[in-house]
DNA sequence: TGCAACAAGATCGTATACAATCTCGTGTAC
DNA sequence: GTACACGAGATTGTATACGATCTTGTTGCA
C-alpha cells in the first residue's frame, strides 16, 4: 500500500492538491517548495510539477525566485489590505446578486455547506472549516453566475487564508459562521440589499480580526527574518 | 540581419511580446498558436514556450486545448458581458482613489499617453491607439496604488481586446479619447465623484458600442463555425 | 459513389539530460 | 580570530528525445 500503481497525475491535479494543503494551513506562508520533493511524492516528473508551481504563482499563492525556487507566498500587510478592498468590491454586489438568483436547490447546497463547516470545526479541524468557510464565498459567487467575478474571488479567498495564517489574532473561534447563517437568511429571503450589506459588514469584520498593524509577524522564514533587517 | 546573435528571450518575454500582439489585434482571435513555430520565432525552445503559453491561458487570453494545441481566444457574448460588469464593479471606484491620490506628476504621464493615443490614431495605428486606450485604464489603476486591483483590471483589459475585435460595430472612431479627455479634467480638479461617474458611464458606452446581440459574429474560426450549428 | 477503416504525418504531453546559478562549508591570508 | 575567497554539492533553467494523441489523406468495401 506504499507505491500502488495509481495513474499519474496531470499539472492541474497536482495544483489542486497543493492549493488545497495551502487552503488548510498544512504548508504555511515560506514553506520551500522542491521541484525534485513534490515531484517524487505525486509521481510525476519536474515537467508538469514545474507547471503546477507555475499556475499557483500567477495566483499569487507560491512566490518563484529565479534560480531560488518556490515558496508559499507570504502577503505583505499591504497586499492582506489590498486583497480585502478587492474583496469589499467585488463580494457584495455578487452576494446582492446571488440573493436574486437563488433557487431552492442553491439554499439547500449551501446550507449544507455550513453544517459541515459547523461539522469540520466540531470536530477540531480547523483547517479544513477554514477550507470550508472559504468554499462558502465562492459557491455564492458561482450562485451569482458570474464566473468571470468567481475566478478572481477565487484567487482573493486563496489568498485570504494566506492572510488568515499569517495575521490572524485568536479572538472568538467562530465568529465567521455566524455571519455565514445570517447571509443564509438574506439568500433565503432572496434579499438582495440585505445579502449586499451582510456580506459587506462580514468582511469588515474579518479584516478587523487581523492583527494588520505593520509591525505584526510578517517574516516567519529562517534567515529572511534577519536579512530584512539589514 | 536576419539571425543576429541575440540573447535568449524567458518565457516572461515570449509571454509579453505575444500579449501585445493580441492587444494590437496582429494576433487575431482563433489564431493558432503552435509552440515549435513561436519557439523557432523567439530562438527559444518549446519548454520556454510552453510556459509563455500557459500563463497567457491563465489570463484567459489563449485557449489550451488538450493534444490540439493554444489558440488566440474568442470570448463568447457571455464572457464579454462578464467582463465588462466585472470592469463596471472596479475601475469606477478605482478611478475615484485615483483622482484623490492623483499627484501632479501622474497627471502629466497621463495626458502624455491621451497624446500618444491620438498621435497613433492620426497616423492610422489604430491596433496601437487600442493598446494605448487600455494602458490608460491599467494607468490609473497604477495611480490608486491598488497593485492587487490593478492586476485585474490589466486581466480585463486585454480580454476587452479581444472582445473589441469580435464584437466591434464601427459608429464613431474616436468617441474614447473624448471619454479620457473628461476623465482627465476629472482627475486634474481631484475630484473622485465626477471621476468615478465618468468612467462608469464610459464603461456603459464601451458596452453599448458592442454588437452583443447573441447572434453576432462569434465563430471566426474555420469549422467551428458549422460544428457548433448541429 | 459514398462511407468507413487504416496509415502517415504532425503536434502536443512528459520524461530525462545537461548547463547555469546559488548555497554553504572549508581553507587560507591577514 | 576574523574575513575573504574558493570549491563541492544541490537546485533550478533550458533543451532535447521519446511516446501519446489527433489530424488527414488514402484505400478498400458495400
Redesign the pocket.
Known amino acids: 500500500m506504499t507505491d500502488s500503481p495509481t495513474k499519474?497525475m496531470?499539472?492541474e491535479d497536482v495544483a489542486l492538491d497543493l492549493e488545497r494543503a495551502i487552503h488548510e494551513h498544512r504548508l504555511i506562508p515560506g514553506s520551500k517548495?522542491?521541484?525534485?520533493e513534490i515531484g517524487e511524492v505525486y509521481g510525476?516528473?519536474?515537467?508538469?510539477v514545474?507547471?503546477a508551481l507555475q499556475a499557483l504563482a500567477h495566483r499569487r499563492l507560491v512566490e518563484?525566485k529565479?534560480?531560488?525556487?518556490?515558496f508559499v507566498a507570504q502577503p505583505t500587510v499591504r497586499e492582506a489590505r489590498e486583497v480585502f478592498e478587492a474583496r469589499a468590491l467585488l463580494e457584495p454586489r455578487t452576494a446582492r446578486s446571488a440573493a436574486v438568483r437563488m433557487t431552492d436547490e442553491d439554499i439547500v447546497a449551501l446550507q449544507a455547506h455550513i453544517d459541515a463547516e459547523h461539522a469540520a470545526l466540531h470536530a477540531g479541524d480547523n483547517g479544513r472549516a477554514l477550507y470550508l468557510s472559504g468554499q462558502f464565498h465562492i459557491e455564492v459567487a458561482r450562485i451569482a453566475d458570474q464566473s468571470t467575478i468567481e475566478a478572481f474571488i477565487t484567487e482573493l479567498i486563496a489568498r485570504s487564508s494566506l492572510i488568515i495564517a499569517l495575521y490572524w489574532q485568536r479572538r472568538a473561534a467562530l465568529c465567521e459562521s455566524n455571519a455565514h447563517h445570517a447571509l443564509m437568511t438574506a439568500f433565503a429571503a432572496r434579499d438582495g440589499d440585505r445579502a449586499e450589506e451582510l456580506m459587506k459588514s462580514h468582511l469588515l469584520d474579518l479584516v478587523s480580526s487581523l492583527d494588520l498593524s505593520s509591525k505584526a509577524s510578517q517574516p516567519q522564514s529562517l534567515r529572511e527574518a534577519l536579512k530584512a533587517s539589514g
Chains 1, 2 share one sequence.
Open positions: 499519474p496531470t499539472a517548495l522542491g521541484e525534485d510525476v516528473s519536474r515537467t508538469v514545474r507547471a518563484l529565479r534560480n531560488r525556487g518556490a
